[in-house]
């Protein structure tokens, strides 16, 4: 069975420090992988996407990819209390569908 | 860019009624779009996967005959949950994937909706 798995949580950091989110997934051949944070009672919004091994920057978020691995991760520098909320890591394993971690429950505190 | 809208927003139902929900792409086209129910304090749950100018595809105990869905235009998709039960109550979110950007398999998230069936 095609499996995504992300520690549950809760991962709580100081404001100002670096959160470190972690994902593994089963298929060896995935090729697309997400990052969605989720707000309690919202939609989840798209934040990072790879494609390719190594680190991929955006502000203050950091993507990281090791295929060999089948490991994904998500840096969050400078946290803010605006951060706290579930972090779901998303793999495609082919075809249309993406498959979902359970996600990882983020508190930021001030 | 990449903006997903769904109508209504939050729906309260009597039992035994039929809910329809609306999912459109306000700034690109869709040809796939896809339908999740979330419960409290639980994970996305994929229920179907929606195909312009075709069937959907159910995942598996997703009754197709209970939940709806119609794909008619490319930036379109309608779920009708039909003769609602109070077990249907939950947060039903659908997503897009950009047609144009097709080989990258994002998708985006409309805000979702909230259904009561009392």
């Known amino acids: 069975q095609k499996e995504v798995e992300q520690n549950s949580g809760p991962l709580s950091v100081p404001e100002g420090a670096i959160a470190s989110l972690n994902c593994t997934y089963s298929?060896?051949?995935?090729?697309?992988f997400f990052w969605y944070r989720q707000y309690s009672g919202k939609s989840p919004e798209l934040i990072m996407s790879?494609?390719?091994?190594g680190d991929k920057e955006d502000g203050r978020f950091t993507a990281q990819l090791n295929k060999a691995s089948q490991y994904v991760s998500l840096l969050i520098r400078d946290s803010q209390p605006s951060d706290s909320a579930t972090y779901l890591c998303?793999?495609?394993?082919?075809?249309?569908?993406?498959?979902f971690g359970a996600g990882t429950i983020l508190r930021v505190k001030s | 860019g990449a903006v997903v809208s769904q109508h209504p927003s939050r729906v309260i139902c009597k039992s035994g009624t039929s809910v329809k929900i609306e999912c459109r792409s306000l700034?690109?086209?869709?040809?796939?779009m896809f339908w999740y129910r979330q419960f409290p304090k639980q994970s996305l749950m994929l229920m179907a996967t929606?195909?312009?100018?075709?069937?959907?595809?159910?995942e598996q105990g997703v009754e197709k005959d209970k939940f709806l869905i119609n794909h008619a235009s490319l930036t379109l998709s309608t779920l009708t949950v039909t003769s609602a039960h109070p077990e249907d109550s939950s947060f039903y979110i659908c997503?897009?994937?950009?047609?144009?950007?097709?080989?990258?398999?994002?998708?985006?998230f409309g805000p979702g909706t909230r259904l009561t069936v009392l």
């Open positions: 700034d690109f086209q869709a040809t796939t």
């Open positions: 929606s195909n312009e100018g075709s069937k959907a595809t159910y």
């Open positions: 790879i494609y390719s091994n």
């Open positions: 997503s897009a994937r950009d047609s144009g950007r097709s080989s990258y398999n994002e998708q985006f």
């Open positions: 998303a793999v495609n394993m082919g075809g249309n569908k993406l498959v």
């Open positions: 298929d060896r051949g995935s090729q697309s």
